[in-house]
């Protein structure tokens, strides 16, 4: 039996403007073949065992023909495989969708198409210049600029010249000295407003305002203004920029790495996507199980024993909590006990699992826990669960309180040794703005990764005693939470004057 193959919209480039059965569809997919123009965060949205093939990108390799990219979904699905063919923007809008529909509907093939956002419509929205407005124009036209063999003649030029509205050019960068010239012999005034708006609702969307005469020269290779890249001509682009909200944003352009292990890094770096940024992923630590459960395990059998079980990170509990689980026992077994942890995260992942932290020090470091816990411990049996290495701060202070503190390492906490090697290059070439550094252990895994080249970038530490640790490493440090939390490291790069 054949497959089936769905034809989807990629959107602009913002991975979160692909629709939802966008992503029904990928989550089907056995194979996906996408343009190299799609975001390539999409691609997580795939099955972990999907093969993943790229139709060509320009400058990087190969780009596939239309009929290679046509013949090799009827071969995918004649194979009976689910084939998602992701393409940039809207299928039916100027990305020869409907030739690969006609494709597989020949060959009796079964499919789909869904939709995407095209990148006039999220021009719209994302650079602040509507591109109908009950003032101005009141209609659109969507215009390729990309004419067979160079030749402008395939369009009637003078028709669009007096057309009542917005004229929005797609692929017109390389043909942008014939399809100007055109309209303006047509009759479209040469003073006409023009913006380019060059990737769309990406991170580094740039804006640029002309006339239609000035336009090819704006264009021109020259000026490196390189697709992708669409062009609105009209009225409309003449509009005060009141309504751009994307570009004003407090971190717009600027691209932060975010550090943390994989499985928890999402959350901050769509914090600051939310401000403007582009996010860059390089875990600097990885989080594992123990090399061995015997320590754990005992432990967990003499939970009775224990008047407190104090949690110094989120990990711990997850791995701590998970481990009584499949024992075969639950969460009953910490009914003695009381429980501390060291931040609201921390007392926010044992409420996953129904348990209430009796103790949230107000500083969410482990010395702020010590001297909270301290008061209440004297005489107390102390089970701390930990990483296989950090600090012993919260066990010396609870020690010279007089309480008796078994120590048990629950996780590894282990260096990443080699960076990806594209952010490797970005970092040596200097184009990371910011590093988080949320830990001691992730600072000495950067100046082991990076070495000099994590001199040019700017480092946000989470803690003084991260900041330490980064000077003593012979790093200096543009910025510092003063809250020693996530949100915390966030405000501080928002607010940082450097």
């Known amino acids: 039996m054949p497959g089936h193959v769905y034809l989807i919209g990629a959107g602009p480039g913002d991975p979160q403007l692909i629709t939802l059965r966008g992503v029904q569809c990928l989550k089907k997919a056995d194979i996906v073949l996408y343009d190299g123009l799609v975001n390539p965060q999409l691609l997580a949205h795939a099955a972990a065992d999907a093969e993943l093939v790229c139709v060509g990108k320009h400058g990087q390799q190969r780009i596939w023909t239309q009929d290679e990219i046509q013949v090799e979904l009827l071969r995918l699905a004649g194979e009976g495989r689910v084939v998602a063919r992701l393409k940039g923007g809207d299928p039916a809008v100027f990305a ?91 009759g479209k005034r040469a003073d006409t407003p023009v913006a380019i708006v060059r990737r769309c609702t990406w991170s580094d ?43 004003r944003r407090p971190l717009f352009g600027q691209r932060v790495l975010v550090t943390r292990p994989i499985g928890q890094a999402d959350a901050l770096g769509e914090a600051f996507k939310e401000l403007g940024a582009d996010p860059l992923y390089q875990p600097a630590v990885e989080i594992a199980p123990p090399a061995d459960w015997a320590d754990v395990d005992d432990s967990i059998a003499r939970l009775a024993d224990f008047d407190w079980i104090v949690f110094s990170s989120r990990n711990g509990v997850q791995f701590y909590l998970d481990r009584i689980l499949e024992l075969g026992r639950d ?40 001297a909270s816990l301290a008061p209440q411990t004297a005489g107390k049996q102390i089970l701390s669960i930990r990483a296989s290495r950090g600090r012993d701060v919260l066990r010396q202070q609870l020690v010279d309180a007089g309480a008796s503190v078994r120590d048990v390492v629950a996780y590894q906490n282990r260096d990443v040794l080699q960076a990806d090697a594209g952010i490797g290059q970005r970092m040596a070439d200097g184009q990371i703005d910011w590093t ?14 990076f070495g000099d080249s994590l001199h040019r970038t700017k480092l946000a530490s989470l803690s003084p005693i991260t900041t330490q640790t980064l000077q003593g490493l012979g790093f200096s440090v543009a910025c510092e939470a003063k809250q020693y939390t996530m949100d915390g490291l966030v405000e501080a790069i928002r607010q940082a004057d450097v």
């Open 96 to 186: 020869r969708g409907a030739e690969e529909a006609a494709a597989l509907s020949q060959a009796g093939i079964p499919f789909e198409v869904v939709p995407g956002i095209t990148a006039a419509l999220a021009a719209g929205s994302f650079t602040g210049i509507p591109i109908t407005h009950r003032h101005h124009a009141s209609a659109v036209a969507l215009v390729t600029g990309h004419q067979q063999d160079n030749d402008a003649t395939d369009l009637d030029w003078n028709a669009l010249a007096k057309f009542p509205g917005t004229l929005v050019i797609y692929m017109g960068v390389t043909t942008a000295h014939i399809w100007s010239k055109a309209l303006i012999d047509g």
């Open 331 to 370: 969460m009953r077994l910490l009914g003695r006990c009381q429980i501390a942890a060291v931040g609201d995260r921390t007392a926010e992942a044992l409420r996953q699992y129904g348990l209430l932290a009796d103790l949230v020090p107000e500083d969410f470091e482990a010395a702020s826990l010590a």
């Open 205 to 247: 969307q740039q804006i640029f305002r002309c006339t239609l005469a000035e336009v090819a020269d704006r264009l021109s290779p020259a000026n490196k203004i390189r697709p992708p890249a669409l062009v609105i001509v009209g009225p409309v682009a003449d509009l005060p920029d009141q309504l751009d909200w994307f570009q």
């Open 436 to 449: 988080t550094v949320t830990s001691s252990a992730i600072a000495r895994s950067l100046a082991q990764m």
